[in-house]
């Protein structure tokens, strides 16, 4: 009896150790968990949009859209690489744009882009140029004007005196008018300068006529 009752705890110690090695065998590996692949985004400005596209991201099951100062998402869990951002003021500087790809097993962000909208299509119409010196005689003080009479406007413009940079400022569009100027008011010593206006969007940059004033 006792012989027949080891020949069976053999047995199922055999069959348990046959079960396990079949079962270790036939497991399937564990496969690592990964969040989404690096990938790239690009901005195209428009009449108050912005037109976002990204390449795809490897593993990505969705993206969101992310753009400050607004709180903070403008679409979220989409499956496309674009995207148009709406409702934007024309020449505001404070806006950026990212995406954020993502999956069960974490988030990657794409790279961030500060960039304007602008009614423009193409860079600035080249400006006009005036001097105002009613005063230029007695307080050394007078006014350059700029005017773009019709055409691309500009959401940021340099004053050169002299060929280096005075002033730097930033426009936005306020109104629909074809039309878009600003000034800079400056007094000097007795001397001679040369000045240009540079504008700039973000299809391109243009610079107007020199004129030169003498105060004297």
Not at 86 to 95: A, E, K
Not at 181 to 196: D, E, F, I, K, M
Request: some cysteine.
């Amino acid at each position: 009896m006792r012989k027949i009752q080891k020949k069976l705890a053999a047995l199922g110690l055999t069959l348990v150790l046959s079960l396990s090695i079949f079962g270790a065998a036939s497991a399937e590996p564990a496969v690592a968990c990964e969040k989404p692949g690096d990938f790239t985004l690009t901005a195209t400005p428009g009449n108050r949009t912005m037109a976002l596209s990204w390449t795809p991201s490897a593993g990505a099951d969705a993206y969101d859209v992310y753009y400050s100062p607004r709180a903070p998402y403008a679409a979220q869990n989409i499956q496309d690489t674009s995207f148009t951002v709406t409702n934007l003021r024309n020449g505001y500087i404070g806006y950026s744009f990212g995406i954020i790809a993502k999956n069960e097993c974490g988030s990657t962000w794409s790279n961030s882009i500060n960039q304007v909208a602008t009614s423009a299509t193409g860079a600035p119409a080249k400006p006009s140029i005036e001097l105002n010196d009613n005063k230029l005689h007695t307080t050394g003080e007078f006014v350059i004007n700029w005017t773009i009479w019709n055409g691309n406007k500009a959401t940021s413009g340099r004053l050169l005196e002299n060929g280096q940079e005075y002033s730097h400022h930033y426009y936005e569009e306020f109104s629909s008018s074809p039309g878009q100027s600003a000034s800079w008011t400056l007094r000097r010593p007795s001397g001679t300068y040369t000045y240009q206006v540079e504008l700039t969007n973000p299809f391109g940059t243009v610079l107007s006529d020199t004129i030169t004033v003498v105060v004297p």
